[in-house]
């Protein structure tokens, strides 16, 4: 155990006390969450709509602000799949199936997904499921000149960000894929979820026409977007934490492993509190609303914490490969000049 992973666990060593309190529900904020969330999300999508008959220079800014606002929608999704929005898992069904429409990401399946990346965040072992894919220097040093070339061209700001969350989106996420056992539960409820996002979006187009299909694929494309670049800078920024099962720390691997992202209180307000990314990683069952509370009231959890700024958030593009000897995230120059060392000596 190196010397930052002992002061985490010397200085959080009562973490499970200190974030009892804010486990709870309350049934008052999550219903002025849904309302202050769905009621402004259709009226601009509504505005939208007429704005792109008009003219797409004045929708797509509408279809931005939609897309974070889609955003919102999907934390409420995600809150529900970690049984942490409502006091009932009925409850959070019922309002993790309505917002899965919306967001198109099926309900039941996609929750036991995240939930196995929460219970396994950073083991390198099984990194290919709820996460980013991500290669070691070792095994990026093993590939072929082909392989290492897809995989750049994979790991490339335009590919990663723009296409990767559109093919995740159309794809990836509507494929019983995961095997695992904690997931293979929601493979059958997989296919109904599938089925009610397309009966619905069938109605719709045949009520409204083509063009509410190209809205609401636009701005389902920025809400993908916006989310994969926040659970990208959450979880491989440079100084993240990725280790192989025998030595991996769920409390290290919570709070190294996982970003303060720090942006704009509106941003913050769109994503849910979904920055405050460390905490939520230790309790997955504090709901959004309660994250900023804890926080405030517990700045021993932002001692150890990467913060991030909206800005700094930005050099992530370059982060390529993860170096386990310097135990960081490295870019594609980084490497080149290591490897060109080696050579040398």
Excluded at 48 to 68: D, E, N, Q, R
Excluded at 190 to 195: E, F, H, M, T
Excluded at 249 to 267: E, F, H, Q, W
Aim: proline share 4%.
């Amino acid at each position: 155990m190196d010397e930052i992973q002992i002061k985490i666990n010397k200085d959080l060593k009562n973490w499970r006390q200190l974030i009892k309190p804010y486990q709870g529900h309350s049934k008052k904020l999550a219903t002025i969450q849904i309302l202050n969330t769905f009621l402004p999300f259709i009226g601009l999508w509504v505005l939208t709509f007429f704005a792109m008959k008009y003219s797409y220079w004045l929708g797509i800014p509408l279809a931005i602000v939609c897309g974070f606002f889609m955003a919102r929608i999907f934390i409420i999704q995600h809150d529900c799949g970690h049984q942490s929005f409502l006091g009932s898992k009925k409850q959070n069904t019922i309002v993790g199936w309505v917002c899965s429409v919306f967001s198109t990401i099926p309900y039941d399946y996609w929750y036991r997904v995240h939930n196995f990346h929460h219970s396994h965040n950073g083991q390198l072992e099984t990194r290919h499921i709820g996460d980013v894919p991500m290669l070691t220097v070792k095994e990026y040093d093993q590939l072929s000149t082909w392989k290492k070339l897809g995989y750049r061209i994979y790991r490339s700001p335009i590919v990663l960000h723009l296409i990767v969350p559109v093919g995740y989106l159309l794809f990836v996420v509507r494929s019983p894929l995961v095997k695992e056992k904690m997931v293979t539960k929601g493979h059958k409820p997989l296919i109904g979820n599938n089925l009610l996002i397309v009966g619905v979006y069938a109605l719709l187009t045949l009520l409204l026409g083509w063009h509410f299909l190209i809205v609401q694929m636009t701005i389902l494309f920025f809400f993908i977007v916006i989310a994969f670049w926040f659970f990208y800078v959450q979880h491989q920024h440079e100084e993240t934490y990725k280790q192989w099962k025998d030595k991996w720390d769920y409390l290290v691997a919570s709070i190294k492993g996982s970003t303060y992202y720090k942006v704009p209180r509106p941003i913050n307000w769109l994503t849910g509190n979904i920055g405050l990314h460390h905490i939520h990683h230790l309790s997955p069952r504090i709901p959004n609303y309660f994250l900023q509370k804890c926080a405030r009231e517990n700045p021993v959890f932002q001692k150890h914490v990467k913060v991030l700024g909206g800005w700094e958030s930005f050099t992530c593009i370059f982060n390529k490969l993860w170096d386990e000897e310097q135990q960081k995230m490295v870019s594609f120059w980084q490497y080149s000049k290591m490897k060109k060392a080696t050579v040398k000596a």
